[in-house]
Nanobody
């Protein structure tokens, strides 16, 4: 089992940047592919980015491609989401999630594929 705690959210002006972190408990962090999702008020939770267990495969939603970068440090049990060129449409609660998988290459994009979730961190982008 793994527990996830997000941090780094806040209020930023359009065009600005934020870096989200997600710290995971436990000693098997490298067994999990990791993902970031977001949910805006009145909308469904949507996929943002994912990274595989160990070989660094990444996958992004079209809406954030080029602007956002997902990375992980398995020695620190942490996954990051660097967000640049933010716009008001990026305003949402951002969640990290963990997918226990045998594949070193797989990046899951559906919420149902992830077994563990953090509590979320609010990102607000003002115009």
């Amino acid at each position: 089992q793994v527990q996830l705690v997000e941090s780094g959210g806040g209020l930023v002006q359009a065009g600005g940047s934020l870096r989200l972190s997600c710290a995971a408990s436990g000693r098997t962090f490298s067994s999990y592919a990791m993902g970031w999702f977001r949910q805006a008020p009145g909308k469904e939770r949507e996929f943002v980015a994912a990274i595989s267990r160990s070989v660094g495969n990444t996958y992004y939603a079209d809406s954030v491609k080029v602007r956002f970068t997902i990375s992980r440090d398995n020695a620190k049990n942490t996954v990051y989401l660097q967000m640049n060129s933010l716009n008001p449409e990026d305003t949402a609660v951002y969640y990290c999630a963990a997918d226990l998988t045998y594949s070193h290459y797989y990046t899951a994009t559906q919420p149902s594929e992830y077994e563990y979730w953090g509590q979320g961190t609010q990102v607000t982008v003002s115009s």
